[in-house]
C-alpha cells in the first residue's frame, strides 16, 4: 500500500507508555494523571450511565445542556459575551477531535498553515493529510516564546490558518496579552483563520493568567478555540473536548464533526453538564499544578538534570548534558529502561526530529509517584 504518511511512525506517547510497562518504568512519559476524576463527575457518570433516556446518541453538536454550561464558564473565566451554545460550540471526542475536525474543514489542498515548533505531535500529519503544507516557525528556546517577526515573515496570502497552544505542550510557555495583540495586528485586514489550542487553560503558575484568543476581539472573530474535559478533571480516557467558534465557523466544523464521530458519549456529556457549575473544581487547578510542579523541581535539584522554565501546562522539560552526550531518543529510552523512569524526548515534537537535548517528565502525578521518580533519577 501507498501510505498518506510514509514518514510517520507510532506516536511517541504510545511508544514511551508501552515501553514503560513493558520495563515497570514509571512513567512521566505520556501526559495523563495517576489520580481520579473528581468523585462527585465519577458519582454523576456512575447514575448517567444507568439512566433510562441517557443511553442513545446524543445530539450531534453536543448536548445542548452541555454547552449551555460551557458558554456560562467561558464568559465567567474570559469576561466575555457568552458564546452562543446553539451556534458556536460543538462537543467533539476530546480535542484531539476538535483539532482534526477543524483542520479537515478549513485546510484546503495547497494552504499553508503556520505551525509554532516544538509542536504537538498531530498537527503536522493532520494538517498534512487535508493536502495542506505546514509552515514550521521555530520557538525560541529556553524560554519557547514566539519571536513575531518569523511569524510575520512567514505570513503569506496563502496562510489559510495559524495554530496556536497555549499553554505550550511540550514547554508549558504561555502566551501573554500583548503576544494576542500582536498576532491580531498581524492578522487583521488577512482571511486568515486561527485554531487556538487551549487545552491546559487552567494550568498556569505564577499568578499568571490565561489569556484566551477569545479576549482579543481580532482573534476572536477568526478563532477555534479548543478545549479539553480530560485534563480539566482528571479524565483523560474520557475524551470530551469542545470547540468554540463564530457560527460561520462553527457551521464549517460540524459539517466535519457530523461525519467523523457524528456525536459524544451521552451519559459522559451528562455528568460534565452536571460538575460544570461547580467553578471551584477549576480554580483550585492553578495552585494545585503549581505544587506538583513546585515540588518536582525540588526533588530534582540534588540531581544533574537543568531543569527549563515551567510556566504553565503540566510538563517540566530538562537537560541532560551533565549527565550523557547522547541523542535524546537514545536518552529517553536509556532512562527507561535503566533507570526506571519513562520521559518523551522532545525531538518528537519537532517534524525534522530536532535534538535539542532535551526530555519532557509529566509532573500530573500523586506525591509519592514524583518523589519516588526522583528518587532514581538522583542516582544518575
Ligand atoms: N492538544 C494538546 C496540546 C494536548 O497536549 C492534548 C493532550 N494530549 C490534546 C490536544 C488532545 O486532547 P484530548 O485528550 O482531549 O483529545
Ligand atoms: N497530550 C498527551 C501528551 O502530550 C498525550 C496524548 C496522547 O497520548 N495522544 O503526553
Not at 10 to 26: K, P
Request: charged share 20%.
Amino acid at each position: 500500500i501507498v501510505s498518506k504518511l510514509p514518514d510517520v511512525g507510532t506516536s511517541i506517547f504510545s511508544v514511551m507508555s508501552q515501553l514503560a510497562a513493558e520495563c515497570g518504568a514509571i512513567n512521566l512519559a505520556q501526559g495523563f494523571p495517576d489520580y481520579d476524576p473528581p468523585q462527585v463527575l465519577s458519582e454523576a457518570l456512575a447514575r448517567h450511565a444507568t439512566t433510562p433516556g441517557h443511553q442513545q446518541y446524543a445530539p450531534m453538536p453536543g448536548l445542548l445542556r452541555l454547552r449551555e454550561q460551557i458558554s456560562l464558564k467561558t464568559a465567567l473565566l474570559y469576561g466575555i459575551t457568552p458564546p452562543d451554545p446553539a451556534t458556536e460550540i460543538t462537543v467533539t471526542s476530546g480535542a484531539t477531535e476538535a483539532l482534526y475536525a477543524v483542520l479537515a474543514a478549513v485546510v484546503r489542498p495547497g494552504d499553508e498553515v503556520l505551525v509554532l515548533e516544538p509542536a504537538y505531535d498531530l498537527y503536522g500529519p493532520a494538517i498534512r493529510l487535508q493536502g495542506g503544507v505546514p509552515v514550521y516557525v521555530p520557538l525560541r528556546l529556553p524560554d519557547f516564546r514566539p519571536d513575531w517577526d518569523l511569524v510575520a515573515a512567514a505570513l503569506t496570502p496563502r496562510t489559510r490558518l495559524v495554530l496556536l497552544n497555549s499553554p505550550h505542550n511540550p514547554s508549558g510557555a504561555v502566551l501573554t496579552a500583548l503576544d494576542l495583540r500582536t498576532l491580531a495586528a498581524l492578522l487583521e485586514n488577512t482571511a486568515t483563520l486561527v485554531l487556538s489550542d487551549e487545552v491546559y487553560e487552567h494550568m498556569v503558575f505564577d499568578g499568571q493568567p490565561h489569556r484566551s484568543a477569545l479576549q482579543e476581539p481580532v482573534l476572536a472573530e477568526r478563532s477555534f478555540v479548543l478545549s479539553s474535559f480530560g485534563k480539566t478533571y482528571h479524565a483523560t480516557g474520557w475524551k470530551v473536548g469542545y470547540c468554540i467558534a463564530p457560527p460561520l465557523l462553527t457551521a464549517e466544523v460540524r459539517r466535519v464533526h457530523q461525519f467523523l464521530t457524528f456525536a459524544v458519549s451521552t451519559p459522559t456529556q451528562h455528568a460534565l453538564a452536571d460538575v460544570l457549575p461547580d467553578t471551584g473544581l477549576y480554580t483550585a487547578l492553578p495552585a494545585f499544578y503549581q505544587r506538583k510542579r513546585d515540588l518536582f523541581v525540588e526533588l530534582l535539584r540534588p540531581t544533574r538534570f537543568e531543569l527549563l522554565p515551567a510556566p504553565g501546562a503540566y510538563f517540566q522539560l530538562a537537560r541532560y548534558h551533565q549527565i550523557s552526550q547522547e541523542d535524546d531518543v537514545t536518552f529517553a529510552r536509556r532512562l527507561t529502561r535503566e533507570a526506571g523512569v519513562a520521559v518523551v524526548p522532545v525531538s518528537a515534537f519537532y517534524h525534522d526530529g530536532r535534538d535539542q537535548g532535551l526530555i519532557r517528565f509529566c509532573f500530573a502525578k500523586q506525591e509519592e509517584t514524583l518523589a519516588a521518580a526522583a528518587a532514581r533519577l538522583a542516582a544518575l
